[in-house]
Nanobody, 123 residues
């Protein structure tokens, strides 16, 4: 089992920046992808960004150029740096870990999830 604990959510103004962090423990050696998803009220959970063990990085089009995902060498810590925040970025953000080699963008293929942290961007 893998446990994930994320933090860093806050209320920020549009155009501002925020950094989220996620710490993993347990059987982290089985993780292939780590990533971030978000879910706004009444919306489906949405892929935000992911990084593979080999360093491949993926971003949703909606955040590309504004968000940066990073991990340490063992994927025990993960960060999401969010810049130029927009009101539509408002959501609960979840860090997640997957044992799948592919399907990094599919939330249902992730095995482990944090409890979520609220990011609110005021308009």
């Amino acid at each position: 089992q893998v446990q994930l604990v994320e933090s860093g959510g806050a209320l920020v103004q549009a155009g501002g920046s925020l950094s989220l962090s996620c710490v993993a423990s347990g059987r982290t050696g089985s993780i292939y992808h780590t990533g971030w998803f978000r879910q706004a009220p009444g919306k489906e959970r949405e892929f935000v960004a992911a990084v593979s063990w080999s360093g491949d990085v993926y971003y949703a089009d909606s955040v590309k150029g504004r968000f940066t995902i990073s991990t340490d060498n063992t994927k025990t810590t993960m960060w999401l740096q969010m810049n130029s925040l927009k009101p539509e970025d408002t959501a609960v953000y979840y860090c997640a870990a997957s044992t799948y080699i592919t399907l990094y963008y599919v939330s249902t293929k992730y095995d482990y999830w944090g409890q979520g942290t609220q990011v609110t961007v005021s308009s």
